[in-house]
Nanobody, 124 residues
């Protein structure tokens, strides 16, 4: 059974950086697409970044392009989200998620496994 646990959230001033980590367990990890989502109060959960099983294909939400970087370490069963130049509008609960093996991971419905989330708050 897949289990995901996020860490690294916190309070940071605008312009600062945070690195989120997601420790995963389960036999499908190395062949699953991994994603980071975020959800602000009153808004829908949105895909921030995703990375395929080989790490060679990534996708980003337009507002975070050039500022955020997703990466994975299959040997350590961990996916990361490096967030630089943070803005107040980045404030949200961030969730990591995983698809079934070889899942495309382009839509929220394709993610079967979810972490509990970690709060990121960016002050102005």
């Amino acid at each position: 059974q897949v289990k995901l646990v996020e860490s690294g959230g916190g309070l940071v001033q605008a312009g600062g950086s945070l690195r989120l980590s997601c420790a995963a367990s389960g036999l499908i990890f190395s062949r699953s697409t991994l994603g980071w989502f975020r959800q602000a109060p009153g808004k829908e959960r949105e895909l921030v970044a995703a990375i395929n099983w080989g790490g060679g294909s990534t996708t980003y939400l337009e507002p975070v392009k050039g500022r955020f970087t997703i990466s994975r370490d299959n040997a350590e069963n961990t996916v990361y989200l490096q967030m630089n130049s943070l803005k107040p509008e980045d404030t949200a609960v961030y969730y990591c998620a995983a698809t079934a093996p070889y899942g495309l991971g382009t839509r929220r419905s394709q993610y079967d496994y979810w972490g509990q989330g970690t709060q990121v708050t960016v002050s102005s």
